[in-house]
């Protein structure tokens, strides 16, 4: 049976949706039209209620829960601002509607372009006309798919409330029914009943043979929840104060002790909004609290058991990731920093993403210490032979530190399953119990900074770990949640926080913002930032930059929904480029061509980005095999002895990663070819992931390779990498082998920016490539790199195989060099 004859089935109307728009009025959408001109819908009400008011709603706000409505010949695309709320639209923004009759691609013909139109009570609305037979050019009625996008790419889906269905890949799509034309929703208003944000009163179909019943969902009430007052535990001289959003909860309380006392439970009164309160006469500064919430318990979109106890989602210290929170009076112990770091502009930013235990897990000072953290961290960077002072870099992305999942302090953990996002990791505090881990922190953070390192924080913002406190607090308004009330599974951990509702967002916001304030942060790299999505990171971007103008803003711009990179084009964010990563270990098997290298050493201008530094470029990161384990000739991949191919690839790479416009992103340890032994995953491997500081002393001369092409970089001379904006069409010239992979570069070509100029010359096939190059003058330059060393001042010797005679270029293979020139 097809999809669009299951709609029909049995000739039996079917309620699809419904939901509550106020206390006593809801709205429910049916499969088709209701044709029956003399009787309304036999709708009532499970709780013996009355229905004193059914009203059928106009085409175009049925139309608008639906995507469309037909009106004679024409199908009439709509979409209604109340309903895609949490994206930004305004009247200029370009709309068009894509589907499975212009094959998703609806940008190069007008007929799907949405007009903005005006209703009578200002209800915003965008509609487009279109002839039947553009649907239907067969004249076959089927179920199509169809979603509205804007003209930047950003997909708009289609809230729960509406009626909609997912494909294969399992994206939420609209849908056309052609036995749904626009008259198949209606408004039903009750007595003076307060459905509330707990009810479980149900919407029943009263007809014989065909009896149903459904839940209205209250997601467009909740939607308007918001209260602007300060939520957690707030200590103000001889009072404390606590707060918790929590909208369809039927009864709050908070428990709080000190660490040998006995517990004192308090309730909370309801305030406006879904907020709860409770005020204490006393000053419970670092005294331990829970909250317990119960309430009636709807389908599978709440969870609520008094006997669980809660963690604050405000709290700002915990014992571990189940709580119990702390209350700390925040002025005391965590005032906002005064002296502000000042970060390198994101064009001179050279990063090094490292994790807080696998760069001193094999320091001598700390041998055989399990639960490292914050100060012991801090004291090493404060020393003057540490690894990060010696790499030369100036940014350092910290893999996460707020409160996450692991079981005991010893534990090692990535930290990407936060439970708390104010906190900072209690693994990581000499005494968690005590809040040591807020002044840990600070001082870790004050330590980068004092070497002239800035410290960018991978967040995640996409989901929660265990135990998952918001699940008991409200899961059918902190996640995205299926048609059955399961959890989506996006991220791949089990759950997908919902960043669009108001209060679900207003907990990024708070937390980043105080990160920022309390901590004195730098930046923020934000985990599978596509399931934050577009409209919600725009929104933090707005609002971070009003009062810290110079945050680093960075996306993984992925998950395994889809991919956003280019829809963040039109914002400040930077993204993790993984087409650059992909390319870079084709490039030096020499399985590409040259048309992705001038695209990615261009700053991914063409098509990604704006301007260059909205790419981060990298080739390893945490997930997955170490770059050269991935690369490397060694049978499985381990390459703890690699071969000269192995090394030699590296090097190109490297160079490429350094001298590509954009920012660069070292993984620890790259610089002195670290290895995994092959492995893929390593999430759980403390012993694996720590870096082996005898292979900085083995690879010496690799060593110093890569950290004087990181130093030229950020010197005066490297400022023509470090472009802050896109580069005229003549800046590069490419000269090209005969296999068009070898391939010499040309920085600054025209002379647009002085007099200073490159070459970049790689080979990377494992024979002599030749170039002919007879327009391109030797004259002036100098060599400063070859394949095995650098020296900006003094120059280095050409590599064996290397010639050139009359405008003939050969490049060894597998080979790279860097030419310089000041003046003519």
């Known amino acids: 049976m097809s999809f669009y004859q299951s709609l029909l089935h049995l000739n039996k109307t079917k309620m699809l949706s419904a939901f509550w728009v106020s206390g006593n009025t809801g709205a429910v959408l049916l499969d088709r039209d209701w044709t029956n001109i003399w009787s309304m819908p036999p709708l009532k009400l499970s709780d013996g209620n009355a229905i004193r008011e059914i009203v059928r709603l106009p085409q175009r706000l049925a139309g608008a829960t639906f995507g469309y409505y037909i009106q004679g010949k024409y199908l009439v695309f709509v979409l209604a601002r109340e309903i895609y709320r949490n994206y930004y639209i305004s009247a200029n923004t370009p709309l068009y509607v894509a589907g499975d009759f212009n094959d998703w691609n609806p940008f190069e013909d007008s007929v799907w372009h949405l007009q903005p139109v005006i209703n009578n009570d200002l209800t915003n609305f965008w509609e487009v006309r279109v002839p039947l037979k553009r649907i239907f050019p067969d004249g076959k009625k089927s179920m199509l798919m169809f979603k509205f996008v804007t003209g930047d790419r950003v997909w708009l889906n289609p809230p729960s409330f509406c009626a909609s269905t997912f494909d294969k890949n399992g994206n939420a799509n609209l849908y056309i029914n052609p036995a749904r034309t626009g008259m198949n929703a209606f408004r039903f208003v009750c007595g003076d009943s307060d459905f509330g944000h707990d009810s479980t009163t149900r919407l029943i179909w009263d007809e014989k043979n065909n009896r149903q019943e459904l839940l209205p969902q209250h997601t467009l009430i909740n939607m308007h929840l918001f209260s602007p007052l300060k939520m957690g535990a707030s200590v103000e001289r001889d009072k404390t104060t606590f707060r918790l959003f929590a909208p369809r909860a039927g009864d709050v309380s908070v428990e709080y002790w000190r660490a040998s006392g006995a517990r004192t439970r308090q309730k909370l009164r309801q305030l406006k909004n879904g907020v709860w309160e409770a005020v204490v006469p006393a000053n419970l500064d670092h005294y331990f609290y829970c909250y317990r919430v119960n309430g009636k318990n709807i389908d599978n979109t709440t969870r609520f058991d008094p006997d669980f106890e809660i963690l604050d989602p405000y709290a700002l210290a915990a014992v571990g990731p189940a709580g119990p929170g702390i209350v700390i009076d925040d002025m005391k112990w965590m005032p906002p920093v005064k002296k502000r770091f000042q970060a390198p502009d994101m064009a001179d930013l050279v990063i090094c993403e490292v994790h807080l235990r696998d760069l001193i897990a094999r320091v001598p000072e700390f041998a055989g210490k399990k639960d490292l953290g914050f100060k012991e961290l801090a004291a090493w960077i404060r020393g003057n032979g540490n690894y990060i002072r010696r790499l030369g870099i100036n940014a350092v992305e910290l893999q996460p530190v707020q409160q996450f999942d692991a079981a005991t302090r010893e534990e090692y953990h990535w930290g990407y399953m936060t439970t708390n996002y104010f906190s900072p990791a209690s693994n990581y505090g000499s005494n968690p119990a005590a809040g040591t881990q807020i002044r840990e922190f600070r001082e870790l953070v004050e330590a980068f900074h004092q070497i002239g390192v800035a410290v960018i924080l991978d967040v995640v913002y996409n989901h929660v770990g265990e135990p998952n406190h918001l699940h008991y607090i409200d899961k059918d308004y902190y996640f995205a949640l299926d048609q059955n009330g399961n959890f989506t599974n996006w991220s791949g951990c089990g759950n ?150 192995d090394i030699r690839r590296t090097r190109i790479m490297l160079a490429m990663l350094l001298s590509a416009l954009g920012v660069p992103m070292l993984a620890q340890g790259q610089d002195f070819l670290r290895t995994k032994h092959g492995k893929n995953n390593t999430y759980l491997d403390g012993e694996e992931n720590a870096l082996d500081y005898r292979r900085e002393e083995r690879f010496a001369g690799f060593a110093k390779y890569v950290r004087r092409w990181i130093a030229f970089r950020l010197s005066p001379l490297g400022r023509l990498f470090r472009q802050r904006a896109r580069v005229t069409p003549t800046f590069f010239r490419f000269y090209p082998d005969q296999s068009n992979t070898a391939a010499i570069t040309v920085y600054n070509n025209d002379g647009s920016q002085g007099l200073l100029k490159y070459l970049l010359m790689i080979n990377p096939r494992c024979v002599p490539a030749t170039i002919q190059a007879q327009t391109l003058s030797m004259h002036g330059f100098k060599r400063i790199a070859n394949s095995n060393s650098f020296d900006a001042k003094n120059g280095v010797p050409a590599d064996p195989g290397f010639a050139v005679s009359k405008g003939v270029f050969t490049l060894p293979p597998l080979s790279v060099s860097l030419w310089i020139k000041e003046k003519y």
């Open 496 to 645: 997908d926080l919902d960043a669009d509702e108001p209060m679900s967002h207003r907990i990024l916001y708070d937390s980043l913002l105080w990160l920022l304030e309390r901590y004195g942060v730098d930046g923020f790299r934000f985990d599978l930032a596509e399931l934050i999505g577009v409209p919600a990171l725009k929104s933090l971007e707005y609002r971070i930059r009003e009062k810290f103008p110079r945050t680093i803003l960075i996306a993984e711009p992925w998950s395994f929904r889809g991919h956003i990179a280019y829809n963040l084009k039109h914002t400040t964010y930077s993204s993790w480029n993984d087409g650059f990563r992909d390319y870079c270990a084709k490039y030096v098997f020499n399985q590409v061509n040259l048309d992705g290298f001038r695209y990615f050493m261009a700053g991914s201008t063409d098509f990604l980005t704006r301007f260059p530094t909205q790419t981060v470029n990298y080739c390893e990161s945490h997930d997955d095999r170490a770059w050269l384990d991935k690369i490397s000739e060694c049978p499985g991949g381990n390459a703890e002895n690699p071969t000269e191919n």
